[in-house]
């Protein structure tokens, strides 16, 4: 049985974009979510609507109205989205032995981004959030796929390579 050394040394290296962009990632999630958290607890939403600035920002972020009513759901989902960032976090130090979540994060995000895209098209009041929450979250995740993907493929073919000899 190879020794702890060597099965780490045969493990593909992340490079430090990849660790970076996976640790933005997960920061960016953090701080959005745990933005949301905060402000929905605080009861600040709803003075933050009363500026027309502040109203501008809830409307591309807020879904369903500014002034509220899906509290309990945004709550819900940030807390899921705040826990996934710091995941994120700790899987940058070691990318390539977090794949599987890696791969999830790619996918369920393109899933979640995607929805939201069609429901910005197909529900009434709505279409702002395609170049607010919608916008912004398909750049992130295509930021991190970017950089995911290809360094993902890339280990994998060598991993294929070394089988082969």
Do not use: C
């Not at 640790?23 to 999630?29: D, N, P, S, T």
């Not at 995941?87 to 369920?108: G, I, K, S, Y």
């Amino acid at each position: 049985m190879p020794s702890t050394s060597t099965r780490q040394h045969d493990r593909p290296q992340a490079s430090p974009w990849l660790s970076l962009i996976t640790r933005l990632l997960g920061a960016a999630f953090v701080l959005f979510f745990g933005a949301a958290i905060v402000t929905i607890l605080l009861g600040i939403d709803h003075q933050i609507a009363g500026d027309p600035i502040g109203l501008l920002v809830m409307r591309l972020v807020r879904w369903g109205g500014v002034h509220g009513g899906g509290e309990h759901y945004e709550l819900m989902i940030s807390t899921v989205y705040v826990v996934w960032g710091i995941f994120l976090w700790e899987a940058a130090n070691d990318p390539f032995e977090h794949r599987l979540f890696l791969d999830f994060t790619v996918v369920a995000n393109a899933a979640h981004f995607g929805l939201m895209f069609v429901q910005g098209l197909m529900m009434p009041g709505e279409l702002i959030h395609l170049v607010g929450d919608v916008a912004l979250g398909w750049f992130a995740l295509a930021l991190f796929a970017a950089t995911w993907i290809p360094a993902r493929s890339k280990a994998a073919k060598r991993q294929i390579a070394k089988v082969g000899r």
